[in-house]
């Protein structure tokens, strides 16, 4: 075990600068045949979706809904809502966006976590407001922590506002708070990301449960036309078909951490999803990041510029058995080059 995990998750609670970067950027590179980088599940399929887009060339020549009235209606049905307490758009991250921009409100940004709450918050600051906002990452990126509904519920007395990024409400075993309580409560925002649950991320859709004065207000941010036809069309076909939703292994996922940490140079933090935070006891995260790009072709997350992580941090997303045990065995090889 390393002797110092004093940088990893806290309750540091304060607004700093912007961070730049993220992860899966195998763009990057020429030669990658593992990713461990992305936190999405990467061996599903999507030929029947995109079979049944190509059948639907006629999106591509007309405008969408301004707003997507009709999948907000399906998904509001799901949830026994109503249709304008659910707001779908371009991403969980224009959701984010849409939410800093309605509630300038004082931001309580608890880390590490993803920074995109920070830079929304930078972008739009808030206005001498008294009122206090949570934004909150559950399952939380990078750690895979989860906080469950009574947790909340005690967070509830502390601000005027809770947002929920509920992105992986999917990667985690444990129940996620429901939107029906969420709405009922009057003060949380949840955003959800079908981008995740159903590993599309080139189709950018997510969308926001909220109590109707709540979305009202957030509505009252939105660009017409922010989500193509396209995605659309998909977000109806993918919510007919659950047995499209991902289905992260996650005893495969508690199998890596075991094998990463009797490696005897990593520690992992506990984690309730298919991702987890890493520390190196020696070295830096982005020297192995490149060792592993060079020499076996894998890609992980330097997790470094998470704020309140340093610079031996990083994080992996199980994959398959025999990926997981290649990935142990190239850290390995790793360790020994180095104490040569």
Known sequence: MC???STCPGSTKYLLPMIEGHGDDAYRYDHISVDFSSNICHHGGHGALMEHLAG?????????????????????ERYHLHPRQVIVTSGATEAIYLIAQAFRWQP?????????????????????????VLWLCNPNNPTGEVCGQKQIEEMLAQYDLVVIDQSYENYTGSEPVSPQWAVAMGCVVQIHSLTKTYAVPGLRLGYITASSPLAETIRSCMRPWSVS???????????????LRCKPDLAEA??????????????????????MLCRLCEGTA?????????????????ASNFRGLGPRHFRVAAQT????????????????????
């Open 3 to 5: 002797d110092d995990m």
């Open 56 to 76: 639907r060339p006629d999106l591509v020549a007309h405008y969408p809904e301004p707003e997507a009235w009709s999948l907000e209606a399906q998904i509001a």
């Open 108 to 132: 309580t940004i608890q880390t590490p976590t993803f920074s995109e709450y920070e830079d929304a918050c930078a972008m739009y600051p808030y206005e001498k407001h008294t009122e206090k």
């Open 229 to 243: 036809a396209l995605a659309i069309e998909a977000g109806h076909y993918l919510l007919q078909h659950d047995e």
């Open 254 to 275: 508690q199998r890596l951490r075991r094998n990463l940490m009797e490696t005897g140079g990593v520690d992992v933090l506990p984690t309730q999803t298919n991702f």
């Open 286 to 302: 982005a020297e192995l990041k490149d060792y592993l790009v060079r020499q076996h072709g894998m890609l992980i997350r330097d």
């Open 321 to 340: 058995p025999q990926e997981n045990d290649r990935l142990v065995a190239a850290i390995q090889q790793y360790f020994l080059q180095c104490t040569k």
